[in-house]
DNA sequence: CAAATTTGACCCCT
DNA sequence: AGGGGTCAAATTTG
C-alpha cells in the first residue's frame, strides 16, 4: 500500500479510538479540559486526513528528480563523497496540520540553512537505511509564514519491515527549529501549556477556526491547498510531540491551541445528541 | 555502551 | 562561486 494510504488510516483510526475515549469522556463526567482537547485533536486527524488524501491527486504533478542513494562503495574510500547513482523519484509533498507520526523511524542525517528562508531544513532518512537497505528520506522545514507549520517532503518509498512496533518514535528531534517555539519533544507539561509565542497561540486559534468550519458544515473542500515555489504550502504539519507515549495523540499543539476555547464552546453543545447515537455506532 | 543528534566539512550541480 | 544535500566525527541521549 501507498505511504500516503497508511498515514491516511491511520490518522482515521486515532480519529475513531479517539471518538471513543470522548464518548466515554462525556458519559463519565470526566474534565471538559480534556474533551475538548480530544475533540480539537479529532478534527486536526480528520483534516490530516482530508489533505492526504487531496494532495494523493497532485502526486503525479510532483515528480521530481532526486537522488538515488545506493552505497555501492566498490570504489575505494580515498575521496569522501561517494559518487551517487542517480535516478527518478517520486517526491511527495505534504502539506498540513496534523500530526507527525507517519509510521516510520527516521534519524537525522544533516541540517542546513536554505537561503531565503528563515527556518533550517533537517534531513532524514529510515532509521532502517543500512540494515534494511530502506531508501526512504525526508526533509522537514518549518514554514516560514505560518511557523507552527511544518512543511515535510517525502522522497522515496520505504521498503523496510519496520513499523509494527508501534511507532515508538518517529518523533525526531526538532528542538533547532524550535529556538523559542519550541514545544515539549519529550512530551509532558513544562512547555506544553504555555506557549511561549503569542503569535503561535493566534495561529492555533486561527487553525481551529478552519477546523469549526468543517466541522460546521461537513464539507472539505482543498481550495486552502495553494502551491509555494516547489513545496506545497501546507503539509503534514511536524508535530514536535508525536506520541513518544504512543498511548494518546495528544499534540502539545492542540495543549496550546486549547488554551483559549471558550469560543468554541457552542459547538459542543450540538454535540450533546450525537453522544448517545455515537456510542451505539462506534463501539 | 549503543543509538541518535549535532554540526562543520565536503561534494555536486547550476 | 555558492546553494543545497550528505557525510562523519564529536557529542548527547537513553
Wanted: glycine fraction near 6%; hydrophobic fraction near 30%; proline fraction near 2%.
Amino acid at each position: 500500500m501507498a505511504m500516503e494510504e497508511k498515514l491516511v488510516i491511520n490518522e482515521l483510526e486515532q480519529g475513531r479510538e479517539l471518538a471513543k475515549r470522548l464518548i466515554s469522556n462525556l458519559k463519565h463526567t470526566s474534565s471538559v479540559e480534556s474533551s475538548k482537547i480530544m475533540i480539537s485533536e479529532i478534527l486536526r486527524i480528520y483534516q490530516n486526513a482530508i489533505l492526504m488524501l487531496s494532495f494523493k491527486e497532485d502526486d503525479k504533478n510532483i515528480l521530481k528528480r532526486s537522488r538515488e542513494i545506493e552505497e555501492k562503495d566498490s570504489k575505494t574510500l580515498s575521496k569522501k563523497r561517494k559518487l551517487s547513482d542517480k535516478k527518478t523519484e517520486e517526491v511527495r509533498v505534504f502539506v498540513g496540520t496534523g500530526s507527525i507520526d507517519d509510521g516510520y523511524c527516521w534519524r537525522k542525517y544533516g541540517q542546513k540553512e536554505i537561503h531565503g528562508s528563515s527556518n533550517p531544513r533537517g534531513y532524514f532518512r529510515c532509521t532502517h537505511r543500512f540494515t534494511q537497505k530502506c531508501p526512504a528520506q525526508k526533509q522537514v522545514q518549518r514554514s516560514d509564514k505560518d511557523p507552527s507549520i511544518f512543511e515535510v517532503k517525502y522522497v522515496g518509498n520505504h521498503t523496510c519491515n519496520n513499523n509494527s512496533t508501534s511507532p515508538k518514535t518517529t518523533a525526531t528531534s526538532f528542538s533547532m527549529f524550535g529556538e523559542g517555539n519550541r514545544v515539549g519533544l519529550t512530551e509532558q507539561t513544562e512547555d506544553i501549556n504555555k506557549p511561549t509565542k503569542t503569535e503561535e497561540v493566534v495561529i492555533s486559534l486561527e487553525d481551529l477556526e478552519y477546523k469549526k468550519d468543517i466541522f460546521k458544515t461537513y464539507s472539505f473542500s482543498n481550495d486552502e491547498i495553494e502551491n509555494v515555489g516547489g513545496w506545497k504550502s501546507n503539509i503534514f504539519q511536524e508535530n514536535l510531540s508525536p506520541a513518544t507515549t504512543s498511548g494518546s495523540g495528544m499534540t502539545s499543539e492542540i495543549a496550546t491551541a486549547v488554551e483559549d476555547w471558550g469560543t468554541v464552546d457552542s459547538y459542543f453543545s450540538s454535540l450533546d445528541n450525537i453522544i448517545d447515537l455515537g456510542q451505539d455506532l462506534w463501539s
